[in-house]
């Protein structure tokens, strides 16, 4: 029988129709399939573009497709079903943000880890005049040959792993202010651990009554490298009040952290009064050999030295004047006026209205 010449039906025609859309549907399926499995690159260019892509999907709330392709499968806790209604819910609260933006700063590779640092834009409105804006690093996993988002809770501030190469002193004085923080008040008081990994301290020619300093230079600080000056004076002083010094800036360092990824709002002279309250903290901790160590450099030796007297004048003066008012127990009379004081301190000091006069 000659198949060329052969007249076909209606019902055959269709047929034919029907496999030939079958047939080429499927090679595309599998097309799309292999793919979407091709290989990404384990370097930063590949986890920026799968960055990029995931900006996407949650930019258009493509649930389905970022359940499939960039979630982790360690995070694959539920079933698919059961994660779409969920991220339908999720996207149902999210009251008042009309576009969510989302860019890639820096990117940290580490083996089979990737830190993405966001960039991140809550629209408030289409045109996007209304915004608020938010970091967080985002980490990812290179899995079956393909990055994968994991989604935490746990967001850090602080990537690396180990600390810059700094002077051994200014080790002993970080150390000496987690080891008599915590014993005196557990772990609340004493910022976390992983803070130290990312601040680089060194001694620099500070002068004009400046004892140390932290300051976010654009150019040169990033949140993975945050500068902590120390007037070389310190050359001199003991770890004692190299600590003090260092806790105040390590504050400094802690509220930066605050205000870059938590959003939180603390003006220039709140910074610095939360900083000399911290301060005054750490010297309540100190053990008795080293409070007698301060008192008799204070009153035995007369000394002008300006890192004792800003001790004295807080943990003496200040004191003093709030239990004269309030007596010796501790209470919310006795916070208050040390407060009170400490901010008046600030707000009055000509240094600090320089200071807080840009920012
Ligand atoms: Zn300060």
Redesign the pocket.
Known sequence: MNLINRKYTRLEKNLLLIVTIIVAGSLLYLLVQILGKFPENRDEAGLRKKFEKFAEVVQNHDDAYFYDNILSKSEKKVSREQFLIDASKRAGQQQGTVKTIQTADKITIDGDVGYVLVDGINCKDVACDQKTEWHVYRKWVYEDNVWHITITNDHPYCIRDNPYPMPPEFSRALSLIKQRLTQKYGTGKYWNDSLINCVEIQYSNLGNDTE???TFDSNNSSPEKLSILVDRSFQAKDDILTAYLLD??M??VNNYYLKYFNNMKISCYD??IY??ESQLVFIGSLNSGELDSLVSRIYLMNTNDPTLSSIKLMANDFSGNAISRCGRNASTCYTNTMNDQISNMVMSSPY?QK?CSTR
Do not use: M, N, R
């Open positions: 140390g300093l932290f105040h800036e504050d400094h910074d610095e900083a000399f600090y200071q």
